[in-house]
């Protein structure tokens, strides 16, 4: 069995062991949920909060935690998606000019009125809690040309990630880390090889016509030459089909397409075959999944 199967078996083994279902043979046929941000259509994103809600509701259904994370000043690791601390909490400012003490008295459930305060945790905090939880965690590598904090060299973030996987002892089995950075996954794959990583890209390249960035099967193509186990385009590719995705899994890639909210898309992605569906809304995804 080769290393992307065997990786795909264990994505799908949660799927077998969700109770209720209708039959082995469907759920091991059932794309895997990732719930974006933690469920950012739910919970405030990138929190605690939001992970341990979705874990708590999903997690016997098998979902997977997608998180996002970034170097702050002091050199850690936060879980945040932005540049910026502006958008998801009531402070203001750049996350790589921040410390960690500065970015934690900061309220990300601030535009959540029925939520308490939630701080912006760090990937240690998330590593440390999801490894006692049994948590399945899908993590991006915040390394993307043209923001503020991108590291050209593509280690920096990369580096810190696995000394905190060294140290946690978080297991591999239940670990993905993402990137639209090639740069930052090969390091991954050198000092990390038994975690799987996932290449990301978008349709959305300034500049090009609408749907016609960076096409699925282009990026199924590199992950395989890269050695990259998935390959997560964006939903909205202009190629992306169920021809396209039998195709970029008989390459042995997974298929996880990011980020499908609404009913309609998430029933097209189904029809597909899709190996994952990345969602703000996992509630949706599993509602149309019969789970």
């Known amino acids: ?19 209720g279902g209708a039959g082995v043979a469907l759920a091991a046929r059932a794309p895997v949920v990732y719930a974006h941000r933690g469920g950012a259509g739910l919970a405030p994103e990138n929190t605690l909060g939001a ?7 999903f997690g016997t259904r098998g979902v997977w935690l997608e998180m996002d994370t970034q170097l702050d000043a002091d050199g850690d690791l936060v879980i945040i998606h ?20 500065q970015i934690q008295v900061c309220d990300a459930a601030a ?18 809690e999801g490894l006692t939880s049994g948590w399945r965690i899908m993590i991006e590598l915040k390394n993307i040309p043209g923001e503020p904090n991108f590291d050209a060299t593509g280690t920096q973030e990369a580096s810190a990630l696995v000394a905190l996987i060294e ?26 090889p038994a975690v799987p990583t996932a290449l990301l890209t978008t349709s959305r390249l300034p500049g090009a016509p609408p749907g016609g960035g960076f096409p699925a099967l282009s990026n199924g193509a590199y992950a395989v030459a890269r050695g990259y186990e998935v390959s ?4 909205g590719s202009i190629d992306l089909s169920a021809e396209t995705v039998a195709a970029i899994r008989a390459l042995g890639r997974v298929v996880v397409p990011w ?14 075959g899709v190996d994952g569906i990345i969602s703000n809304r996992p509630d949706l995804v599993y509602t149309a999944l019969g789970q």
């Open 232 to 235: 997560a385009p964006d939903s």
């Open 111 to 128: 535009h959540w009125p029925s939520w308490n305060f939630e701080p912006v945790p760090t990937a240690r905090q998330v590593l440390e």
């Open 82 to 101: 932005d540049a910026t601390v502006d958008r998801t909490t009531d402070c203001h400012g750049r996350v790589m000019d921040l410390t960690t003490t």
């Open 259 to 272: 980020t499908i909210d609404t009913p309609g898309a998430i029933a097209e992605a189904i029809s597909w």
């Open 51 to 57: 992970f341990r809600q979705a874990h708590a509701t």
């Open 1 to 19: 069995m080769s290393p992307a199967t065997r990786f795909a078996a264990a994505l799908l083994a949660p799927a077998l062991l969700a109770p």
């Open 167 to 192: 140290k946690t002892g978080f297991p591999a089995e239940r670990l993905i880390v993402q990137s639209f950075f090639p740069t930052s996954l090969d390091y991954i794959e050198l000092f990390a």
